[in-house]
């Protein structure tokens, strides 16, 4: 009896510490998400910040370039959006701003702050970088469609200078077309008959004996042996 009730203290004792094992990794847990939730929540609110550092810039920018799209988005890490290549996101020990842009070669970091008005300052430079790029762009167009413009121009006018068929003198339009002399058709003579008479006759000769040679042949051979 002493033996089993040694047994049932020990397993109960193995029960009650697996179970305050188990609560205080629940707690913990619990603990480590709560902090996360804090991290994010402080990331956030410097993104924020950011945000309203750069409002002026923001308002400055042309409403019909739909290259940028301004705001914060909620996830893991939060992120202050400039447009769908650039973003802004805190460092590794979360008070450092860190501008970065995505490319085809990687990611490249424009610049990496601690001041909020650092990281704006790298932001708007960023953002006027995009809008020289944007007017260029749009100067290259007006330049090519003037050069297309000059030479449409140029064409025009050498198709003016150039006379047409329609523009040729009334006397050479008009004049009339003479018929083409009419060569008379040669006949063949007298002697040029007589050779052809001649050749016909020969060859009618020659076939009519060949024929009376092939039917008249079984006898030829009988005379001749």
Known sequence: MSNNSNDNHGRKGVDRRLTDIVREVK?????????VV????????????????????IDDVDPADD?????ISTGQQPRFWIDAVAHVHMGPDRRLYRVVRDTRLGRVILGEANDVREAADTVARYIAERVIERERMLSGDLDAMRQNGFALEAEEDR????????????AIASAPIEPAPVVPERKPGKGAGFVIGASWFILGCVAGAAALVAA????ITALLN
């Open 38 to 57: 804090d991290m994010r929540d402080a990331d956030r609110a410097r993104l924020e910040l950011l945000a309203e550092e750069l409002q002026s810039v």
């Open 216 to 219: 008249f042949w079984d006898r």
């Open 159 to 170: 198709r003016k200078e150039r006379p047409s068929r329609s523009a040729q003198p009334a």
């Open 27 to 35: 707690i913990a847990a619990a603990e480590r998400s709560d902090v």
């Open 67 to 71: 290259r940028f799209d301004f705001g």
